[in-house]
Each structure stands twice: as structure tokens, then as C-alpha cells.
């Protein structure tokens, strides 16, 4: 059948690749758009002390955003609160 399809000219193979969530480039403005003002706000005043926004994690309906600094890891929940002490493991 692929050949049969090759000799179309419409025909434009696609080669699909399920990857990790590490082996992804994380486009910063689509985990902004994820997040709540409040979360939005929260991560901003973070950045001030060098924290970077890393991840956005949905749990249930729930979003958390998980910034990282150094060796450090802080979460910002829905309400904008900071956990610089959060319970979690980061895959390096």
C-alpha cells in the first residue's frame, strides 16, 4: 500500500515520534498562557530572585507551576501562593 501511495504526488509520508516529556523543548509563552493571573503575577515576582518557570503540572483541574532556581525548587498554586519547600522530585 505505500508504494501504491507513493506514486501520488499528494502523498507526503509523516513519521510520528512519541518522546518523553524531558526530551521536549518547553515553550515558555504556552506555560504562561496556562497559568492564572495570580499564578502569572506570583511567578513574575519570582524571576526578581532568579527563579525560572520550568514546569506546568495540571493535577485534577488544578495547575501548579514548579519554578527552579539553582539547586532549589519552588510551586505556585491556583491561589498564588509559594511553596519554596514543596514535596515533590524534579526528573533532572
Keep these: 500500500m505505500l508504494n ?25 509563552d504556552a506555560m504562561w498562557d496556562k497559568l492564572n493571573l495570580s499564578q502569572q503575577y506570583t511567578v513574575c515576582t519570582l524571576g526578581q530572585f532568579g527563579y525560572l518557570l520550568t514546569y506546568v503540572r495540571s ?8 519554578l527552579k532556581q539553582d539547586g532549589k525548587t519552588a510551586t505556585v498554586n491556583e491561589a498564588g501562593i509559594i511553596n519554596v519547600n514543596p514535596a515533590i522530585k524534579c526528573r533532572q
Design 59 to 66: 493535577i485534577g483541574d488544578a495547575r501548579l507551576a514548579i
Design 4 to 28: 501504491t501511495l507513493r506514486q501520488h504526488s499528494n502523498f507526503t509520508p509523516v513519521t510520528a515520534f512519541i518522546t518523553d516529556s524531558r526530551q521536549q523543548a518547553h515553550d515558555k
